[in-house]
């Protein structure tokens, strides 16, 4: 069982930018596919970025590309996502999930281990 920490969320103005980590609890047998998703009130969780275990491919949804960014650092065990330019309708709370599949996945059923999550709140 992978237990997975997110933190780095808070508030911040529209235009402003946050950095969110995560990293497992414990130690990891071997390096997984990472995603990130987020839930606002009331919606479905959504993809937001994802990363494959060797940090060699990325994805991004829709709503986030050229504002978000996904890394990892194979030495720490940790990924990031920074995110620049953001918006109110970026106001969810974030989950890091852990998905222990070959391709990069971009559903959360997809996912095998989730954080508890971290709130960020955009105010305009």
């Known amino acids: 069982q992978v237990q997975l920490v997110e933190s780095g969320g808070g508030l911040v103005q529209a235009g402003g930018s946050l950095r969110l980590s995560c990293a497992p609890s414990?130690?990891?047998?071997?390096?997984?596919?990472m995603g990130w998703f987020r839930q606002a009130p009331g919606k479905e969780r959504e993809f937001v970025s994802g990363i494959t275990w060797s940090g060699g491919s990325t994805s991004y949804g829709d709503s986030v590309k050229d504002r978000f960014t996904i890394s990892r650092d194979s030495g720490k065990n940790t990924v990031y996502l920074q995110m620049n330019s953001l918006k109110p309708e970026d106001t969810a709370v974030y989950y890091c999930?852990?998905?222990?599949?070959?391709?990069?996945?971009?559903?959360?059923?997809?996912?095998?281990?989730w954080g508890q999550g971290t709130r960020v709140t955009v105010s305009s």
């Open positions: 999930a852990a998905d222990r599949g070959v391709r990069l996945r971009i559903g959360p059923q997809d996912y095998d281990y």
């Open positions: 414990g130690r990891t047998v071997r390096p997984y596919n």
